[in-house]
């Protein structure tokens, strides 16, 4: 069979313009220069990771990591440096805890840890009957009869056929956020999800659930504990699950997002705000999670003011807090843009790991002005390999300014997927799994992007 | 400044025809979930690295890797498996390498490896004065005056604003390989070779030197270990070095070259080869280099025939010998072709790690049928982000085909760059440094590419 091209053949036409803007071509390339030459993100990174650490809503470590976060962009020299108060939901995991397969006599321990926001089981823990289920719609057609008095063990694994690994996350992922309170709706005792990984290992993957008002304690297990589980129930035999936690919601506490400017020379109140999240989950560093997008953030100010670039509109580094278990500083610092009428051209957000660059996700671009930042970026972009400019995208943290500025384009940063999952949310985020110059060619990508919106805007 | 799009400004005009060959299309997405649901490269590199391991050109552990190499392919059923016989060179690393900078009394050890094919010292080693010098010309200027008697320390490191860590190996290659006999010349009585990788850590990296009638021993210094040598030089008091290594060369060893191929159903005699090399430094597993490379060459092979794919040309798999130290396999596979008179269409090269794929790099296409490449096959292979299809590319495995066979194109498979000097030739080219998905998704990128080929051959 032969490709055929006939202009009736021809689904569509994609113009790319070598567009010689030599002065773009050579500031992107001095971006680049400062980022891999003289970058600091990666020793940042190592600082947040290994002098603070874990860093969940509400702990001291987080209060530390605000306090670091803002005299280290003071030492920037960057032209405000503030916080954002925001209140912040305070859920401490309590004692580690415990988990077996019960056959019998024989008690196999497997590896579990609490979901983010769960509630404790008694304190003796959880001992029960336990099904196995693929999906929510599975559960319904189960329903009381089949659930009541059971732990449900959601097992359905990421779909390895996706391309993009958020994409088996996305669809995975109903069973961590809505399977528990499904399940307790049926009467469960008690949610074990899957850790939504491909991952096959010891490692469980905690992540927040959102309850109804139907709670039962949940936990997420190891994906090789997950399988261990359903070989042991396919065996025909009669097995038990138990499981103990004891994790708690505490007050919600006074935090922080952090936020440092260049400060626009010609529209001071246009701002372009580029962010990760400062907070992380507690079982490991939170380097991939999203340490990497917060350094990212600050160093895309650090190489524009290094490199001597005095922007045109406002340029903004936010270290957001609470993404993983409440976005209350998402919610906040769009609330807080609406109220002081701050003219949003684009915010970006860096929260999909330090990978190296694959290019750009955008969200509220029309068509034309999407084509327009193929036609004339993409050139420029390419010879950097951050070239794929793809509609939708934006992250958690900024997705909020969308009905605050409506006018506002959303940027997701997309760095290469395929290792994000291996541990997102687990104790294996750790510092030692950053690449250096992934995460530096992440941040030059990053202020190319910002400077080419700076000096174009969208059109 | 505006980006402005005049048909003057207009340099180049890159035309992407989402041309909707149907089949094309839903072949390649079987292929991928062959590769992503039922691969096997990956469990295949697991067994190469951790039942085999290191297996230098010449070693037991080569003919082990040749004859589990065979095996493996005869238990796929493919229509023929063989070996072909080749001479290879036989080098030994002896004991582990010794080495010590001298500064008056104090000793510091530091991590050094013979470089490939260097003669030993003697059994006392070398003691001596050192000189630092960052390129072969300064070497020159510097002379006999300065350089007799001494160890030459090569240490100039990877420039780090290129984007593929390829181009940074390339430019600062010529230390290792040409430096201990440039070195000599000037009457130097052995050198030292900064390791050829971006990472700061305590690992010498080896490969092989090219000797011309100068000879010193040499070899590699960790990067950590070259940047305290560097600093104690500059410190200004008098530091000598001490290496010993016990490396030889033995006699040469008959080996093999390891072959596997679906026959042409239209033209048997016409040939498209994917291959890696099963050789592999001494220091570890060989994973990245090339483990990965082989498995997918084996996996491109096994997924065509599990998807029940008939091709019109005989695709080949082969296990190229001794790449990294005089890539006998590769020319003997090219003398061979040329003796049985093959027609070679194409030959495709994977030996740059099992990352991320990004694309292809093409040799001996002419620049109109490499923009028909580009038109009818990048957007069947964007949507699996492996559409980067640029000018240049092979591999030094397949590049003696090209004077065996002038029309045949050279392709060299292109993963992500960023990670593979951080292991390569190292103790830390391990499995566990290889990602599954990554590993997949790279023989599913390959065996698209070898499907279109088959296909629609090059116009």
Chains 1, 2 share one sequence.
């Not at 405000?80 to 939901?89: C, D, G, H, I, S």
């Not at 010891?202 to 997420?220: I, N, Q, R």
């Not at 004339?376 to 390419?382: A, G, I, Y």
């Not at 750790?430 to 995460?439: A, C, H, M, T």
């Amino acid at each position: 069979m032969k490709i055929k091209f006939t202009s009736l053949l021809t689904l569509a036409v994609f113009l790319t313009i070598a567009t010689a803007n030599a002065q773009d071509s050579l500031t992107i390339r001095k971006i680049y220069d400062e980022a891999l030459v003289n970058g600091k993100c990666y020793s940042n990174l190592h600082d947040l990771c290994k002098n603070i650490g874990p860093r969940l809503s509400g702990s001291a470590n987080a209060q530390k990591a605000v306090e670091w976060g803002k005299k280290l962009m003071e030492s920037y020299g960057f032209d405000r440096v503030y916080l954002q108060e925001v209140m912040v939901p305070h859920w401490v995991r309590g004692e580690k805890e415990q988990a077996a397969i019960i056959n019998g006599k024989t008690r196999t321990p497997v590896p579990v840890c609490a979901l983010g926001m769960s509630i404790a089981t008694p304190a003796t823990g959880i001992t029960a009957d336990i099904i196995e289920v693929h999906s929510l719609k599975q559960l319904d057609s189960l329903g009381e009869a089949n659930i009541k008095g059971k732990i449900v063990f959601f097992n359905r694994p990421f779909d390895p056929r996706f391309i993009e690994t958020g994409a088996a996350y996305g669809t995975a992922g109903d069973q961590r956020r809505a399977g528990p309170s499904a399940a307790a709706k049926y009467g469960a005792v008690g949610a074990i999800v899957r850790s939504l990984t491909e991952s096959i290992d010891d490692y469980p993957h905690t992540g927040s659930l959102a309850y109804t008002e139907f709670k039962v304690p949940a936990a997420a297990i190891s994906t090789k504990g997950a399988n261990l589980l359903s070989d042991m129930l396919k065996s025909g035999k009669h097995i038990k699950f138990y499981f103990k936690q004891s994790c708690q919601q505490l007050p919600d506490v006074l935090s922080y997002n952090v936020i440092g400017e260049l400060t626009g020379t010609e529209n001071p109140n246009k701002y372009i705000t580029i962010g990760g999240h400062l907070d992380s989950w507690d079982l490991a560093e939170g380097a991939s999670d999203d340490g990497t997008g917060v350094m990212q953030s600050l160093e895309v100010l650090r190489i524009l003011k290094a490199t001597g670039y005095h922007p045109k509109n406002t340029i903004r580094a936010v270290f957001f807090m609470n993404e993983e278990n409440g976005d209350k500083g998402g919610q906040k610092y769009a609330e807080l843009a609406a109220k002081n009428k701050e003219d949003h051209i684009a915010a970006i957000e860096t929260d999909e790991g330090g990978f190296t660059p694959r290019g750009f996700g955008f969200t509220g671009l029309s068509p034309t002005a999407l084509q327009n930042v193929k036609l004339n970026w993409k050139p420029l972009l390419e010879p950097y390999e951050a070239d794929r400019l793809v509609a939708g995208g934006g992250g958690t943290d900024i997705e909020p300014l969308k009905t605050a500025a409506p006018t506002v384009v959303l940027i997701g940063y997309l760095p290469d997927s395929q290792r994000y999952f291996d541990m997102h949310h687990s104790a294996k985020d750790v510092f030692e799994l950053v690449n250096k110059r992934e995460l530096e060619l992440g941040s030059a990508a990053i202020t190319a992007l910002v400077y080419l919106i700076d000096q174009h805007g969208f059109q």
